[in-house]
């Protein structure tokens, strides 16, 4: 909301002073310096700020408009919640000798292992190494520091920067499969979001209360909950619930396609069940999956209005489509009315005129192959109609 600026009230101070003295003359006023001037001048500048320390103030009290401080002070005030601080990543890690172990020896939990470009992580329990074993697996570690940048790929932890006491020499270690879970402090709108599922989460058992519970984790960014179904339709008392991390916006960026994640994400899987027990009915298993990725390509047919800045209007609608389909939670499928239909966001792109057939392909909805996969997409695979027949880049003048 725009609010009175010192210009304002300086005019509306000025018509004051001249209804209310007959004496007093407009260019007196008006006049840099005239004592009618400064008194005008400071009433304005004085009713600016106390406008904007009301606004403020006002805005504070409600969770939709409160920002800052007031935000997280009105979230725990009223739900009892906090922002989620950045989490540290999880990873399963494989160790191998290159010949069979004379010994059994122990890895230490703490013992810290590197990737080639720096990033460091270290065991969470303490694992043995068997007599007669040349390879374990399933070794779980978490990074050092916390934030969605410490994530690594399958292969990228092969340093140890520890000693393992009793160790063999040769003794290797890598990450056959990426980490997760990784994820930078929780965003205003995102804490605003959660504050406003928990009522709804206070009866346990519920989806909202699983899908709540999940939320809670660090690093779970979305979560869709399901009940599993027998071959009658009945309820199998066994449930399941689908979580996003940031680390799925990652892969996205980088153009890697369609990474299997429910068994590398494993740990960090395990991380959310152990916060879920308190949110799960009683006698009812809650299984939980890290989401997969398939990535859409779009092709779109834009018009523009006459005088419109058709790059910028163009930039700003690939930006829409990419937003729309990455906040799709798991399972979710996308579709192209809620882009150019009635109340189609691109409508909202200021210059474009919308008609309804701006998504070329997909020609319809795309539908994700199992509620345990995620659609997203990226600037760069979005491409544009090159037919002049089908109106592409065309300029029109609306009435």
Same mark, same amino acid.
């Given at each position: ?44 500048? !004085? ?27 009105r979230g725990w005030e009223r739900y009892r919640i906090l922002p989620k601080p950045a989490a ?149 008392? $066994?449930?399941? $619930? ?15 396609? $369609? ?28 299984? $939980? ?91 760069? !695979? ?18």
């Amino acid at each position: 909301m725009d609010l009175p600026r010192a210009e304002q009230y300086f005019r509306i101070a000025a018509a004051e002073m001249l209804d209310a003295n007959d004496e007093v003359a407009l260019s007196s006023v008006l006049e840099d310096g005239h004592d009618a001037n400064l008194m005008a001048h400071a009433g304005a500048a !004085m009713a600016e700020e106390v406008t904007a320390q009301l606004a403020s103030v006002t805005a504070g009290t409600a969770l939709e408009s409160a920002r800052g401080q007031a935000l997280i002070a009105r979230g725990w005030e009223r739900y009892r919640i906090l922002p989620k601080p950045a989490a540290p990543p999880f990873v399963y890690l494989s160790w191998g000798l290159p010949t069979i172990a004379a010994t059994a020896f122990t890895i230490p939990a703490g013992t810290v292992v590197r990737s080639s470009d720096g990033k460091q992580y270290e065991t969470v329990v303490e694992t043995p190494f068997p007599a007669g074993a040349q390879v374990i697996h399933n070794v779980q570690a978490r990074s050092q520091l916390a934030g969605k940048s410490q994530n690594v790929l399958a292969g990228k932890l092969t340093s140890l920067v520890s000693v393992v006491a009793g160790a063999p020499a040769g003794l290797l270690v890598a990450n056959p499969l990426a980490s997760a879970g990784g994820a930078d402090a929780e965003t205003a709108d995102d804490y605003r979001a959660r504050c406003r599922r928990e009522p709804a989460a206070r009866v346990r058992g519920t989806r909202d209360a699983i899908e709540y519970g999940a939320l809670l984790v660090p690093g779970v960014v979305r979560a869709t909950a399901f009940e599993g179904i027998d071959a009658n339709g009945r309820a199998n008392r $066994v449930a399941g $619930v689908v979580v996003a991390d940031e680390y799925t916006d990652a892969l996205v960026r980088q153009g890697i396609s $369609v990474p299997s994640y429910s068994t590398q994400a494993a740990a960090f899987a395990r991380v959310v069940e152990a916060r879920l027990e308190e949110y799960r009915g009683w006698g009812i298993h809650v299984g $939980v999956f890290v989401a997969q990725v398939a990535l859409v390509s779009f092709l779109l047919r834009l018009r523009f209005r006459a005088g419109a800045d058709t790059e910028r209007a163009r930039i700003e609608a690939s930006a829409t489509v990419v937003r729309y389909v990455n906040e799709l939670a798991p399972g979710q499928s996308m579709d192209p009315d809620a882009l150019q239909g009635r109340n189609g966001r691109l409508r909202a792109v200021s210059g474009l005129d919308v008609r309804g057939d701006e998504i070329d392909n997909p020609v319809g909805p795309v539908v994700p192959s199992s509620p345990y996969m995620v659609l997203r997409t990226t600037l760069a !695979m979005i491409q544009y109609t090159s037919q002049p027949s089908l109106g592409s880049f065309s300029i029109i003048t609306t009435p």
